[in-house]
């Protein structure tokens, strides 16, 4: 079974401050991370992979199968970074398994 | 590019009847298409995989003959509450899996909000 745990459901910075998301995950094959993000009113849509190694508006995420974590980080959180944030597992068949999701606030 | 859209947007429906949702995605064919069901304030919940020209497969606690899902092209999947009830009443996201760019990403629908009375 693969299971993702996100612990923060809410999760609040000031602008500049240096922000991580938390994702833990548990499955026993070689897993796909990604972090999925929600603004306000707008659809889910894909922030990062972990395949890629990129760097997506600031946001970076490294897969560490010891700790089985891939959690996201940014040095300078924004206001514009405040939103919904999913981290995902896709396994078997290509289905996800989505965290319970981390409300971000980033405050002025 | 790699839109994914869904209609209705909102459906009020009265308890007994059934309603049918459509996702497509516009501009590339998706040979994957799921279908989460979202509660207030928790995660997506995935209740179906489809692929086209085949039999969706349910996950469990899903009832089959409830939620007809039917994928009929590679852009277009339908799912349909049959007899819908209150407890019925959610949040359903549909979602398309393609290779528009050579990426195998996952792409969103913005999400049903159907509510029955």
């Known amino acids: 079974a693969q299971r993702v745990t996100q612990p923060e459901k809410l999760l609040s910075v000031f602008k500049g401050a240096p922000v991580e998301l938390k994702c833990n995950y548990s499955?026993?094959?070689?897993?796909?991370l990604f972090w999925y993000v929600q603004y306000s009113r707008q659809r889910l849509q894909l922030l990062l992979r972990?395949?890629s190694r990129e760097s997506i508006k600031g946001f970076t995420a490294d897969l560490n199968k010891g700790e089985t974590s891939f959690h996201l980080k940014k040095p300078f959180a924004q206001e514009e970074d405040s939103a919904m944030y999913y981290c995902?597992?896709?396994?078997?068949?290509?289905?996800?398994?989505f965290g319970d999701g981390t409300t971000l606030t980033v405050k002025p | 590019g790699a839109v994914v859209s869904q209609h209705p947007s909102r459906v009020i429906c009265k308890s007994g009847t059934s309603v049918k949702i459509e996702c497509r995605s516009l501009d590339f064919q998706a040979t994957t298409m799921f279908w989460y069901r979202q509660f207030p304030k928790q995660s997506l919940m995935l209740m179906a995989t489809s692929n086209e020209g085949s039999k969706a497969t349910y996950e469990q606690g899903v009832e089959k003959d409830k939620f007809l899902i039917n994928h009929a092209s590679l852009t277009l999947s339908t799912l349909t509450v049959t007899s819908a009830h209150p407890e019925d009443s959610s949040f359903y996201i549909c979602?398309?899996?393609?290779?528009?760019?050579?990426?195998?990403?996952?792409?969103f629908g913005p999400g049903t909000r159907l509510t029955v009375l």
């Open positions: 972990h395949i």
């Open positions: 499955y026993s094959g070689s897993p796909e």
């Open positions: 995902a597992l896709r396994a078997n068949a290509g289905k996800s398994t």
């Open positions: 979602s398309a899996q393609g290779n528009p760019r050579g990426t195998d990403t996952q792409y």
